[in-house]
């Protein structure tokens, strides 16, 4: 059973750096492109970037590519979303996902951020 | 950016009544759409990939159609379980957006 699992949000304040994690298992990680997306508290989808299968290459909403960083282990199967200098913006659910053929076939939980001081 | 422009927003039907949600690239997109179905506090499923090919394990009483930038998403037989928010997303064309969402209650 392909299963995605995030952690790492929590409540944070504006201007600090945060990680999140996303731990896939009952599938080949290495074999996909993955992707962060997120959803604002009055439910608007924002997709985030994409990963290749080997990490070489990434892509991300003009947006957020100053500020945000995706990362993958392939050994322990992990993605990670790398955020820094957050805003109020950027409270959301944030998901990881899988990239199947032209569509995100698997999601994962999703991880709260909530931006405030 | 592709700007997805989906309708309605919000929509209620009566059990079995076939209900269709639009949505509407500012360019083309090829073909390039998926539908995914959102449930109360649950992640987004891929109900619909590449405009009308069906997802393993969706039902199909969805289905989708559509080409260059208008794309549609029908349920044929509208059923409780089918409550939800439901949006499109494009994956063109880097970054791939997604459409605003259309909230569907039974009636």
């Not at chain 1, 995605?4 to 994690?21: D, R, Y």
């Not at chain 1, 050994?75 to 990881?96: F, I």
């Not at chain 2, 073909?31 to 995914?36: M, P, R």
């Amino acid at each position: 059973e392909v299963q995605l699992v995030e952690s790492g949000g929590g409540l944070v304040q504006p201007g600090a750096s945060l990680k999140l994690s996303c731990v896939a298992s009952g599938f080949t990680f290495s074999d996909y492109w993955m992707s962060w997306v997120r959803q604002t508290p009055g439910k608007t989808m924002e997709w985030i970037g994409d990963i290749k299968y080997d990490g070489s290459y990434t892509n991300y909403a003009p947006s957020l590519k100053n500020r945000f960083t995706i990362s993958r282990d392939n050994a322990k199967s992990t993605l990670y979303l790398q955020m820094s200098n957050v805003r109020s913006e950027d409270t959301a659910t944030y998901y990881c996902t899988r990239d199947d053929t032209m569509g995100s076939g698997y999601w994962g939980q999703g991880v709260m951020v909530t931006v405030s001081s | 950016d592709i700007q997805m422009t989906q309708s309605p927003a919000s929509l209620s039907a009566s059990l079995g009544e076939t209900v269709s949600i639009e949505c509407l690239a500012s360019e083309g997109i090829s073909n390039s759409l998926a539908w995914y179905q959102q449930k109360p506090g649950k992640s987004p499923q891929l109900l619909i990939y590449g405009a009308s090919s069906l997802q393993d394990g969706v039902p199909s009483r969805f289905s989708g159609s559509g080409s260059g930038t208008q794309y549609s998403l029908k349920i044929s037989g509208m059923q409780p379980e089918d409550e939800g928010v439901y949006y499109c997303q494009q994956g063109y064309k880097y970054p791939f957006t997604f459409g605003s969402g259309t909230k569907l209650e039974i009636k």
